[in-house]
């Protein structure tokens, strides 16, 4: 299995504009988390997802921000408008099901300018 | 997460020394989880510990969960450069199904 897959590894963009990350999660696996990491403010979940609803979404910093999951293999998190605030390194990470072990994606580095 | 907290925040050991890293929590844990992050990369599962008391080892790292399930550690016997990196724990709090964090400890081992 090749793990979980997230698009780009790196993004930069200029604010204002709107960012898309993808993630495919690894198949069979019912849960699907997406994360920001900072060095301020460590690794925070932002959105959770079972079986393609999302579960928990208090972790979405503003409107701006907006998650999806359309079928089992792929999530979005879109950002728009994109913030110099909000550079950061965004993890994808999917689990057999709630309460196990999560498997990471490598990451998105994204840059707000 | 500010429900999960680590210590120390960060770590420098000579090569061959042991040391222990703890993480907290004021909840209970239904599940524990340790990670380990290189810079740049992703998470890599290390343990999981659920039951009160229980306690995992691997190579030369042990991770422990007391038996009030509110505390854990881990614990490196015998240090190498290898084991240099971001130290996680995650929990599933309370049974919420959801995985949070603690805000990680950064350990350098010196040759």
């Known amino acids: 299995d090749a793990g979980v897959i997230q698009s780009p590894r790196h993004e930069v963009t200029e604010m204002g504009q709107e960012v898309t990350l993808r993630c495919k999660p690894i198949?069979?696996?019912?849960?699907l988390f997406w994360y920001r990491q900072t060095m301020m403010r460590g690794l925070e979940l932002l959105i959770y997802?079972?079986?393609?609803?999302?579960?928990?979404d208090s972790g979405m910093p503003e409107d701006r921000f907006s998650a999806k999951m359309p079928n089992a293999s792929f999530s979005t998190l879109k950002i728009q408008p994109s913030e110099p605030r909000d550079s950061a390194v965004y993890f994808c990470?999917?689990?057999?099901?709630?309460?196990?072990?999560?498997?990471f994606g490598q990451g998105t580095r994204l840059t707000v300018v | 997460s500010q429900e999960l907290e680590q210590s120390p925040q960060s770590l420098i050991v000579q090569e061959g020394k042991n040391l222990t890293i703890n993480c907290t929590s004021s909840?209970?844990?239904?599940?524990l989880y340790w990670y380990k992050q290189k810079y740049g990369e992703g998470l890599i599962f290390l343990m999981m510990?659920?039951?009160?008391?229980e306690e995992k080892s691997h190579e030369k790292i042990t991770a422990k969960l007391d038996e009030k399930k509110q505390q854990s550690s881990l614990h490196i016997t015998a240090s190498q450069p290898s084991h240099a990196g971001i130290y996680l724990c995650?929990?599933?709090?309370?049974?919420?199904?959801?995985?949070?964090f603690g805000q990680g400890t950064r350990l350098t081992i010196n040759p």
């Open positions: 990470a999917s689990s057999p099901r709630g309460g196990t072990e999560a498997f």
């Open positions: 198949s069979g696996h019912n849960s």
């Open positions: 995650g929990a599933d709090l309370q049974g919420a199904q959801k995985l949070v």
């Open positions: 997802f079972n079986n393609n609803v999302p579960i928990d």
């Open positions: 909840k209970t844990l239904y599940g």
């Open positions: 510990l659920q039951k009160g008391g």
